[in-house]
């Protein structure tokens, strides 16, 4: 009984946290990775030309894209659960840059993904320890990227 309470409560509770940090550090540090090396490929004259919007948006598009198929595998559930900090990170910091000029639909939007999360996890009734992931990554990201007009 107590082992059976140590693998379902507390593991989760320690795991989540310093995993979905980890995890959403990878995801910005591999996003900066592939950002340096593209521009100093394509732009090393000029950095200022490079895309970097078109860039976030794309890298966004494959975390929501990969994420879910990840979903559909075989692995553990609390280590899916550790990687979603960074995939949703990447998305709502993405989506909050993309509208920083309007800091109403900014906030709004970003806290859409979030909601939308949270309701597809709902939805396919999964264990309470993606909701705790959720919450770590949505109060990084959304600290993160949050409008500066409005601090």
Not at 9 to 17: A, Q, S
Not at 118 to 147: E, M, N, T
Request: with cysteine; proline share 7%; net charge positive.
């Amino acid at each position: 009984m107590q082992q059976n309470r140590f693998r379902s409560f507390w593991l989760p509770i320690f795991l989540v946290p310093i995993g979905g940090m980890a995890a959403l550090a990878l995801t910005l540090v591999l996003y900066l990775a592939i950002y340096l090396l593209l521009e100093g490929q394509f732009y090393p004259n000029n950095p200022q030309d490079f895309p970097a919007n078109t860039l976030r948006m794309v890298c966004a598009i494959l975390l929501a894209v990969l994420y879910p198929l990840l979903l559909r595998t075989r692995l553990w559930d609390l280590l899916k659960a550790i990687i979603l900090p960074g995939p949703l990170a990447g998305v709502v910091i993405s989506v909050g840059h993309a509208l920083y000029e309007r800091p109403a639909v900014s906030v709004a939007a970003m806290i859409a993904v979030v909601a939308i999360c949270g309701w597809l996890l709902y939805r396919f009734k999964k264990p309470w320890f993606y909701a705790y992931a959720l919450a770590i990554g949505a109060i990084v990201s959304l600290a993160y990227a949050w409008p500066e007009a409005w601090r």
